[in-house]
């Protein structure tokens, strides 16, 4: 019997290629190291619609898009008050109506206008109103703290947003694919695939990463502390991956450019890093333990001056790119999206 869908092919798509045996990672026919080292956020974008919507003077239209997305936070941001980041984003998103605003690169723009505006609000501070000629990542930043990023943090957010733009049919793009097929609409759409990324086994892991590090303490501790982790059978935040069956591509994408920044986190996290692969492989040899996205993603945006409450709405600025781009390829096939399943209740054996 097959559970979580597992194996089950779902949907075509000319998106991205996860091989998990292999830890590789192509998005639309580049590899994920590649697309890293060689666009930013708007160009990611771009290869991601390629084929399915405009993408012509993206960085400008993406641009614009912001300023027209922050002309809804009057209206939108009193309702979110007192709600944690990510389900004000969620309300935010959804109170855009289906029209220019509601359009995939009205979505886009509208994310780091939006988390920005909760972040200040909760401040008690007043939201900052996007700069149309900055880039997505440097506009984010500078939305935030209402002073320009150094350029380091711009290119590592940048290449955050570009790592995890897409990755095949996860919980949330399956959520937005899902809802696309009935075609209620990309606002719809896009705020399921919100609904989905709020849950702890698929958005929520970076934090903890953190809260792991911080238990730690110092490098000389790493070790005892795993070993007392993996004895009393606790997961050790960070490492393994549902799909990758070794070191997942994305984490050393990101390892790399952490290495760029000013972090004093970064010397624990290598030894943490080294201790819990010791020990994993120690105490479940039969089963491939590596690290994930998640442990590097945890210091880059920590780095790069996001508290630790906002990672999940931050890699909702990232994944979106993902989201639209496979709801317009969704929205092509029309076909509704319709999976049998298996009745195992009582009076199971009258079908047989």
Not at 20 to 36: H, K, T
Not at 96 to 120: E, H, K, Q, T, Y
Not at 229 to 258: C, N, Q, S, W
Request: aromatic letters at 4%; a neutral charge; proline letters at 7%.
């Amino acid at each position: 019997m097959t559970t979580g869908l597992d194996g089950i092919v779902a949907a075509e798509t000319v998106m991205s290629l996860v091989d998990g045996q292999r830890g590789v990672l192509v998005i639309r026919g580049m590899a994920v190291e590649e697309a890293a080292r060689r666009l930013d956020f708007e160009g990611l974008l771009a290869l991601l619609w390629d084929g399915f919507a405009d993408t012509a003077d993206l960085k400008p239209r993406l641009g614009a898009a912001r300023a027209a997305a922050f002309r809804h936070t009057p209206r939108l941001l009193p309702a979110a008050a007192g709600l944690p980041p990510v389900d004000g984003l969620r309300a935010m998103i959804a109170g855009l109506a289906d029209d220019a605003d509601g359009s995939p690169i009205g979505l886009v723009a509208a994310m780091p206008v939006f988390l920005a505006a909760l972040v200040r609000q909760a401040k008690g501070k007043h939201p900052v109103a996007p700069d149309p000629r900055a880039g997505h990542a440097a506009d984010l930043l500078r939305m935030l703290a209402d002073k320009p990023a150094d350029p380091a943090s711009v290119r590592a957010l940048d290449a955050y947003l570009v790592t995890v733009a897409d990755h095949g049919l996860n919980a949330s793009t399956f959520a937005a694919r899902v809802v696309a097929s009935t075609l209620a609409g990309t606002v719809a759409s896009v705020t399921a695939a919100l609904c989905a990324l709020k849950g702890p086994l698929h958005g929520g892991a970076p934090g903890p990463v953190l809260d792991m590090l911080d238990a730690i303490g110092t490098a000389q501790a790493a070790p005892g502390w795993i070993e007392a982790e993996l004895a009393a059978g606790r997961r050790l935040m960070g490492f393994g991956h549902r799909i990758y069956r070794t070191r997942d591509p994305r984490a050393d994408v990101l390892k790399a450019v952490v290495a760029g920044l000013s972090s004093p986190r970064i010397a624990l996290a290598e030894a943490v890093e080294k201790a819990a692969l010791a020990a994993l492989h120690q105490h479940k040899p039969d089963r491939p333990l590596d690290i994930n996205v998640e442990f590097y993603t945890a210091l880059l945006l920590d780095a790069v001056g996001l508290d630790r409450s906002l990672f999940t709405p931050a890699f909702a600025v990232g994944r979106v790119a993902g989201w639209t781009a496979h709801i317009l390829e969704q929205e092509q096939t029309g076909r509704l999206l319709r999976p049998d399943s298996r009745y195992v209740g009582p009076g199971a054996s009258l079908a047989a």
